[in-house]
Nanobody, 123 residues
Framework: QVQLMESGGGSVQAGESLRLTCVAD????????LGWARQGPGKEREAVAA???????KYGDSVKGRFTISVDKDRNTLYLQMNNLKPEDTSMYYC?????????????????WGQGTQVTVSS
């Protein structure tokens, strides 16, 4: 199972930006699906975004137009650029892998997770 390590979380004001980074210990360049999910206090874990080896991306409705997922295959690194952050984005953010693809109903069906990085947005 791939090992994932997130970084880049922090505390910001509403309207500001953060970029999360996730390094995978290995990556099958021909077939991968990676993503981000988050879990806020008292909430269920929510998929945020996914990207696959075909370059397809998928976003949760609450972050569309504000968050951008990307991958650097040469560095086995996944990114999540988060712009115009809102207090409701406050969560622990997890890097994830194993979704079948970024297309279709199972785009958020991850099977491996990192340890998480905290994002706090104040108003």
């Amino acid at each position: 199972q791939v090992q994932l390590m997130e970084s880049g979380g922090g505390s910001v004001q509403a309207g500001e930006s953060l970029r999360l980074t996730c390094v995978a210990d290995r990556l099958d360049y021909s077939a991968f699906c990676l993503g981000w999910a988050r879990q806020g206090p008292g909430k269920e874990r929510e998929a945020v975004a996914a990207i696959d080896s075909d370059g397809q991306t998928k976003y949760g409705d609450s972050v569309k137009g504000r968050f951008t997922i990307s991958v650097d295959k040469d560095r086995n690194t996944l990114y999540l650029q988060m712009n115009n952050l809102k207090p409701e984005d406050t969560s622990m953010y997890y890097c994830a892998s194993g979704c079948p693809s970024a297309y279709g109903a199972l785009w958020d069906d991850f099977d491996a997770w990192g340890q998480g990085t905290q994002v706090t947005v104040s108003s």
